[in-house]
């Protein structure tokens, strides 16, 4: 009959009975290694948890912050187009805890990518945005921020080396990004800041984005040769 390994120890091994020590110590070997594994695979779980956690707690929490439905009167957008949907995102990146979650899910996308350099984006909604990515970086990322003004404004990042509209840490010819952007309609506003890293020299990988509308901007990118990773679409907080 077989007996559980759990019930055999080394110290029910009589002193002079060698083989049963090697015995327990194989059985001890196999213990340690199985639960070594079992944390592991209880790691991985967790993290892939976590990030689905988010997600859940984000689209809860831009249901609460960030948007407002009125179909009986409709809201100009941006872009110019007319919407019973309106998200506004600012609130949603000055939570804490939101901000928080924003960082989880948007480290998640980056870590899926290669070698990126640094993340920004087209003022205003990029530059919260691009805080709360810097701010959850491991302190040993080399990852860099910045922003690109809509006008630009006197000579430029003296410090930094940076043409005049571009802010922040030097970018330098060949760095590969990733432009954030709060919410995309149709990727007009995000591609503007993609026209303006390609004339420095600059690759762009992709474009995270809060959230798509799902009104034609994930076209836009693909035409551009840009991917775009949304972490929320408009489905996801309207139900429809």
């Known amino acids: 009959m077989s007996v559980p390994y759990q019930l055999i120890t080394l110290q029910e091994c009589p002193p002079s009975n060698n ?8 059985l001890q070997f196999i213990e340690a290694t199985f639960i070594r594994l079992t944390h592991a695979v209880k790691k991985d779980n967790n993290m892939s948890t976590s990030v689905l956690d988010a997600k859940v707690r984000l689209i809860e929490k831009v249901r609460e912050l960030a948007y407002l439905n009125s179909p009986d009167e409709l809201f100009t957008l941006a872009s110019g187009r007319q919407s ?3 998200f506004d995102m600012k609130p949603v990146m000055m939570d804490p805890e939101s901000a928080h979650l924003l ?3 948007i480290h998640s996308k980056i870590d899926s990518l290669q070698e990126i350099d640094a993340v920004g984006g087209l003022e205003l909604g990029a530059v ?7 701010a959850k970086a491991p302190k040993e990322s080399k990852i860099k921020g910045f922003m690109v003004r809509k006008e630009a404004k006197g000579r430029g990042g003296r410090k930094t080396g940076n043409p005049p509209g571009i802010e922040g840490s030097s970018l ?7 432009l954030l952007e709060d919410v995309t309609t149709t990727g007009g506003s995000a591609l503007k800041a993609s026209e303006r890293m390609e004339e420095i020299g600059c690759e762009v990988i992709a474009c995270i984005t809060i959230l798509d ?5 994930a076209e836009a990118f693909e035409q551009a040769g840009v991917l775009l990773l949304p972490l929320l679409v ?3 907080i309207t139900g429809e």
């Not at 330098?172 to 990733?178: A, L, V, W």
């Open 84 to 86: 019973p949907h309106f």
């Open 234 to 236: 408009r489905s996801d």
């Open 19 to 26: 083989i049963q020590c090697e015995h327990c110590q194989i």
């Open 213 to 217: 509308r799902q009104e034609g901007g």
């Open 172 to 178: 330098n010819k060949g760095d590969r990004i990733i």
């Open 128 to 134: 919260p945005l691009t805080g709360i990515v810097i």
């Open 103 to 105: 960082g989880v899910l």
